[in-house]
């Protein structure tokens, strides 16, 4: 091989990564999309399209671990195998207060 032909190997070489960096960025932003998608299905029940669009564009700015985490929240949710409850149904400790609040505080009572 001349000096040209390694040149323009080293440059074909070069813009093949920079092209696989982009097409992996794609997909990545693909299947965040897909993920927003889904999740605004089932939570949705018929927002106006400017909720809509705005919902979509906070969930673009997570991660797709963080929608992946989000979309079976949803679904367990849904599903009745996970309540979300609330302070006031928590049992009461033997000094009369909530388990929960008990932890927050011990450090300033």
């Known amino acids: 091989m001349s000096i040209n032909q390694k040149d323009i190997m ?5 813009q093949l990564r920079g092209l696989s960096s ?4 794609f997909r990545e932003e693909q299947d965040k999309r897909e993920m927003a998608m889904q999740i ?3 939570t949705a ?13 906070e969930y673009m700015d997570k991660d797709l671990e963080d929608l992946k985490i989000i979309d079976k929240a949803v679904e367990l949710q849904k599903t009745g195998e996970l309540g ?6 928590e049992t009461m400790t033997k000094s ?3 388990p929960l609040i008990d932890m927050l505080t011990e450090d300033y009572l």
């Open 10 to 14: 080293k440059t074909a070489a070069s």
């Open 22 to 25: 982009e097409v992996q960025q």
């Open 40 to 42: 605004m299905k089932k």
């Open 45 to 57: 029940s018929s927002p106006s399209f400017v909720e809509f669009l705005d919902k979509i564009a």
């Open 84 to 89: 979300w409850g609330s302070l006031s149904s």
């Open 96 to 98: 009369g207060s909530n």
